[in-house]
């Protein structure tokens, strides 16, 4: 199978923490791309990083990616209880077909 | 710019009955993808659609189809539902396929078979 394991399943924190979630996967990649859903609410696309990218940083978002590991990270810094969500990793080869993991469950304590 | 919509947001039908769920992409968006999400088997790659043709297509059964139009809009079709196909079904368009853009995903339908 080509989907992502996200690693905790789930993760509860308090406000002002710091989250770190992880992905493996097992088949070569091209990019990778992490995605936030709320319940009741749509998939929400935060970053993507490239095979050829280690790093990747958006606000207070921090994504690192070792495709000799097969695995990529998602650091939440100074949460906030609106981060309360499930963060997906995507996995794409060519094309725009994607593989998704089975999510990490993000619980911001206020 | 208007996101990616998807019609209708609920639907029931009956096991057996055909289903069919529509997906407008944003505006110059050319590659449309359709994902199952399920409690027990999380988000599923169903098929993606660029230029009208399917390009790439993910481990269901022939019962799933789609298509796309001259205007990028897609439509998928579910015949015989089964209580199985009970689910989240999401679109998703992004601006090329031969190039990892990101990916804009619509509200999704809810659709229970009953």
């Known amino acids: 199978s080509q989907q992502g394991e996200e690693d905790p399943q789930a993760l509860s924190i308090q406000e002002g923490e710091n989250a770190t979630m992880n992905c493996s996967y097992k088949t070569s990649i091209n990019n990778l791309q992490w995605y936030r859903q709320n319940s009741g609410r749509g998939l929400v696309h935060l970053i993507l990083?490239?095979?050829?990218?280690r790093e990747k940083h958006s606000g207070r978002l921090r994504v690192t990616l070792d495709t000799s590991k097969k695995s990529s990270s998602l650091l939440i810094t100074a949460s906030r209880a609106a981060d309360t969500a499930s963060y997906f990793c995507a996995t794409g080869g060519t094309g725009n077909q994607f593989y998704f993991g089975t999510g990490t469950s993000l619980t911001v304590i206020p | 710019k208007a996101g990616v919509t998807q019609t209708p947001r609920y639907l029931i039908k009956t096991r057996g009955q055909q289903v069919t769920l529509s997906c407008s992409p944003i505006?110059?968006?050319?590659?449309v993808s359709w994902y199952q999400q399920t409690p027990g088997q999380g988000l599923q790659f169903l098929f993606e659609?660029?230029?009208?043709?399917?390009?790439n297509k993910g481990n269901f059964p022939g019962r799933f189809s789609g298509r796309q139009f001259s205007n990028s809009r897609s439509e998928m079709n579910v015949s015989t539902l089964e209580l199985g196909d009970s689910a989240l079904y999401l679109c998703?368009?992004?601006?090329?396929?031969?190039?990892?853009?990101?990916?804009?995903f619509g509200p999704g339908t809810r659709l229970t078979v009953t």
């Open positions: 990083i490239r095979s050829n990218e």
């Open positions: 505006s110059g968006h050319r590659s």
């Open positions: 659609y660029f230029s009208e043709t399917q390009r």
């Open positions: 998703a368009s992004s601006l090329a396929a031969d190039y990892p853009y990101e990916q804009y």
